[in-house]
């Protein structure tokens, strides 16, 4: 008979003696993969915060492989903390050091006083031939790309001998193929006792692979399905607003006629031969990356970071640069973080492009409060006289897009726009990107999971990991995996 790994009864967590957790209830069994879909991501990072240092409760129960250890009856008693692992994006391995160190010598019971590195070799190049992975054990974890970091994390946490794997929203790091595989290797420590808990915002992702899925909203378990028929049932109930606006988008969807000559030559690291689109005014282009490190080798480019011979963006012929050239701006991942200054106020952060633009003092000056009474029209006097950092995710992102709207570029490249984003963030964001395909602005999406994009793109770029560029247009996007948000809205 199956046991309990981890229990949570009626916890209720305190932040500042407001409550961030509420009669938060959760069960998962050994052998088990659970799923949790954050409808907001109000509670998330508390909840990973207590189950990695099991701070005290305000009330509630925590059991831990059957035993009690946390209880808001023992609020000042000090507590074990419990033997489990969270892998999310950012890598918990200590940089600078190899494989095989990150696995076994800087575990918390490595007790050996002489390291017998032929012998580690030789028992993690086992573990490796078991899960037909081929990763050299002497190598730096910088060299590792996000599917392989995430497997040593793992392991490392397997070797530790942890009973439950947490993956905080892995799908935004991971292409599919190489979600895929991941799942591959949670079946295959499943059926050797271990428990999983995945964390992600899109429904097609857990129903691959999970038993349960629960249902959070506002730091409360709403709903628990017990199977996908259930699941898909009130994933579909919850996003049917979303869904309906994003059926009248598609049906009443029209191209502008005019084409601009947008090139790009990209090389990457395996020389690999570059390819070339042409797009319309008010376009929104797809460029899936089907391996992580293509990933991020193009949004070096992006950055300038990359070497110039990996990519030329040319605009009729013309080598601009993504964010530097007004013609071409980039909309950075969790824009809300990266792309404001939070010590600004709303109408310097707005106007930041464009004071550029003018040099002539008085003609900034009545531009600004022109766009100032337009502001206040839009978003109220109240939220224009604030600070950056004092307005809501909402706004946030709203005052970034609409600062893009001002610069007015002929394209628009929105890194990942929809990672980590809650379901109001992304509906948000995804009406935000329609405002500029409507003011005739072309829209391109580099990303790994297509998340969203599917909702608003007019043709995708999906990119092998051996170069091959496969393009499809909308008319074929019912033939993509079923694993993708959306996908039904073609079928």
């Not at 295959?188 to 899109?202: A, D, K, N, T, V």
């Not at 460029?287 to 293509?294: K, T, V």
């Not at 300038?304 to 601009?320: M, P, Q, S």
């Not at 992304?426 to 072309?442: P, T, V």
């Given at each position: 008979m199956r046991c309990?790994?981890?229990?949570?009864?009626?916890?209720?967590?305190?932040?500042?003696?407001?409550?961030?957790?509420?009669?938060?209830?959760?069960?998962?069994?050994?052998?088990?993969?659970?799923?949790?879909?954050?409808?907001?991501?109000?509670?998330?990072?508390?909840?990973?915060?207590?189950?990695?240092?099991n701070d005290p409760i305000y009330y509630g129960y925590i059991y831990f492989r059957g035993k009690l250890i946390n209880s808001w009856k023992e609020s000042g008693a000090k507590k074990r903390t419990p033997q489990l692992s969270l892998i999310s994006e950012e890598s918990s391995l200590i940089e600078g050091q190899s494989v095989l160190s990150n696995i076994f010598v800087y575990q918390r019971g490595f007790r050996d006083w002489i390291i017998r590195n032929r012998v580690l070799e030789k028992r993690l190049g086992g573990i490796f031939e078991e899960l037909s992975l081929e990763i050299d054990p002497r190598s730096s974890v910088e060299s590792l790309g996000s599917f392989e970091r995430i497997i040593v994390e793992i392991i490392r946490g397997i070797t530790a001998g942890h009973s439950l794997m947490i993956f905080n929203e892995l799908g935004a790091v991971l292409s599919e193929e190489e979600l895929k595989k991941l799942y591959q290797i949670i079946r295959y420590y499943r059926e050797r006792g271990i428990s999983f808990l995945l964390i992600s915002p899109h429904y097609e992702e857990l129903k691959m692979i999970?038993?349960?899925?629960?249902?959070?909203?506002?730091?409360?378990i709403m709903k628990i399905a017990k199977d996908q028929r259930e699941g898909e049932e009130i994933a579909s109930a919850i996003s049917k607003n979303y869904r309906k606006q994003i059926n009248f988008y598609l049906k009443d969807r029209k191209l502008w006629d005019k084409m601009t000559a947008f090139c790009v030559r990209y090389l990457g690291k395996t020389e690999r031969q570059g390819f070339e689109f042409t797009i319309r005014e008010g376009e929104c282009l797809v460029l899936q990356f089907l391996d992580s490190a293509d990933y991020r080798d193009f949004s070096d480019c992006l950055t300038g970071?990359?070497?110039?011979?990996?990519?030329?963006?040319l605009l009729d012929g013309r080598r601009i640069w993504p964010g530097r050239d007004r013609e071409c701006a980039v909309i950075w991942e969790q824009a809300d973080r990266s792309m404001l200054f939070p010590e600004l106020s709303f109408m310097e952060n707005l106007c930041f492009t464009m004071e550029l633009a003018s040099g002539n003092p008085i003609k900034r000056r009545r531009m600004r409060e022109r766009i100032r009474r337009e502001q206040e029209e839009l978003f109220g006097k109240a939220v224009v006289l604030k600070a950056a950092g004092e307005?809501?995710?909402?706004?946030?992102?709203?005052?970034?897009?609409?600062?893009?709207?001002?610069?007015?570029?002929?394209?628009?490249?929105?890194?990942?726009?929809?990672?980590?984003?809650?379901?109001?963030?992304?509906?948000?964001i995804w009406e935000l990107q329609r405002m500029l395909l409507q003011n005739g602005?072309?829209?391109?999406?580099?990303?790994?999971s297509m998340a969203d994009s599917l909702s608003i793109a007019d043709r995708i770029i999906?990119?092998?990991?051996?170069?091959?560029?496969?393009?499809?247009?909308?008319?074929?996007?019912?033939?993509?995996?079923?694993?993708?948000p959306f996908h039904d809205l073609y079928s």
């Amino acid at each position: 008979m199956r046991c309990e790994i981890l229990r949570m009864e009626k916890v209720t967590y305190l932040e500042q003696d407001n409550p961030v957790l509420q009669n938060f209830d959760l069960c998962i069994m050994q052998e088990e993969i659970m799923g949790l879909l954050p409808i907001n991501h109000f509670g998330i990072a508390t909840l990973l915060k207590l189950l990695l240092e099991n701070d005290p409760i305000y009330y509630g129960y925590i059991y831990f492989r059957g035993k009690l250890i946390n209880s808001w009856k023992e609020s000042g008693a000090k507590k074990r903390t419990p033997q489990l692992s969270l892998i999310s994006e950012e890598s918990s391995l200590i940089e600078g050091q190899s494989v095989l160190s990150n696995i076994f010598v800087y575990q918390r019971g490595f007790r050996d006083w002489i390291i017998r590195n032929r012998v580690l070799e030789k028992r993690l190049g086992g573990i490796f031939e078991e899960l037909s992975l081929e990763i050299d054990p002497r190598s730096s974890v910088e060299s590792l790309g996000s599917f392989e970091r995430i497997i040593v994390e793992i392991i490392r946490g397997i070797t530790a001998g942890h009973s439950l794997m947490i993956f905080n929203e892995l799908g935004a790091v991971l292409s599919e193929e190489e979600l895929k595989k991941l799942y591959q290797i949670i079946r295959y420590y499943r059926e050797r006792g271990i428990s999983f808990l995945l964390i992600s915002p899109h429904y097609e992702e857990l129903k691959m692979i999970c038993d349960r899925t629960a249902f959070l909203k506002d730091g409360q378990i709403m709903k628990i399905a017990k199977d996908q028929r259930e699941g898909e049932e009130i994933a579909s109930a919850i996003s049917k607003n979303y869904r309906k606006q994003i059926n009248f988008y598609l049906k009443d969807r029209k191209l502008w006629d005019k084409m601009t000559a947008f090139c790009v030559r990209y090389l990457g690291k395996t020389e690999r031969q570059g390819f070339e689109f042409t797009i319309r005014e008010g376009e929104c282009l797809v460029l899936q990356f089907l391996d992580s490190a293509d990933y991020r080798d193009f949004s070096d480019c992006l950055t300038g970071e990359g070497r110039k011979r990996e990519a030329d963006f040319l605009l009729d012929g013309r080598r601009i640069w993504p964010g530097r050239d007004r013609e071409c701006a980039v909309i950075w991942e969790q824009a809300d973080r990266s792309m404001l200054f939070p010590e600004l106020s709303f109408m310097e952060n707005l106007c930041f492009t464009m004071e550029l633009a003018s040099g002539n003092p008085i003609k900034r000056r009545r531009m600004r409060e022109r766009i100032r009474r337009e502001q206040e029209e839009l978003f109220g006097k109240a939220v224009v006289l604030k600070a950056a950092g004092e307005l809501t995710k909402r706004e946030k992102y709203a005052l970034v897009y609409h600062r893009i709207l001002l610069q007015r570029p002929k394209f628009v490249f929105c890194v990942q726009p929809f990672k980590n984003a809650g379901l109001a963030q992304r509906e948000r964001i995804w009406e935000l990107q329609r405002m500029l395909l409507q003011n005739g602005i072309a829209l391109i999406i580099p990303t790994i999971s297509m998340a969203d994009s599917l909702s608003i793109a007019d043709r995708i770029i999906r990119l092998h990991t051996q170069g091959e560029a496969e393009e499809w247009k909308r008319t074929s996007f019912h033939l993509l995996p079923d694993t993708v948000p959306f996908h039904d809205l073609y079928s």
